[in-house]
């Protein structure tokens, strides 16, 4: 069962990323201030929840929250100053595009670089634990497919509308056959090694 706030009495903003581990397309985060007495039976870690339930939470999600925002930094960026370093960005982003200015946020894992003038709490597995990390996670996973099925009509020989851009043993095949795009992330795994 997820808990809807970590503190009592104060605006909180769950904080979440999404495809930190792929080959490429962009790192997406999300941050999500939710109301009180916001339950959905389907809300869980996005890694947890289906594809098709997924897409039925964001709307749910965009439109009960009290404030939400998604940013994302490019491969070009990431391959610049590393994929941690992205993923804290896309999360300031997302928090500085956040039309209610919460209290306290709840970050998603172990380490997070301080927001200026909001104090925070690093949650290992977070979203599986509270209500706004995990609708975080839902609308960064979500937001980042979206964009993954958009570039995939350019480049369907990496099959990006299945595997979002992560290493499947398809997509590494296909990389070692056409090469690298754009899109994909330079300094990451069988990218490095491929023209």
Known sequence: MLKSSYSNGIIEAGCDEAGRGCLAGPVFAAAVVLPDAFYHPLLNDSKQVSERDRETLRPIIEESALSWSVAHILQDEI?????LKASFKAMHLAIDGLKTRPELLLIDGHIFPPYFGISHHCIVKGDAKYTSIAAASILAKTHRDAYMHKIHHDHPQFGWNKNMGYGTAAHRDAIQKYGV???????????????
């Open 79 to 83: 391959d610049k100053i590393n994929i």
């Open 181 to 195: 795009s754009p899109h994909h992330r330079l300094t990451f795994g069988i990218c490095r090694n491929v023209k």
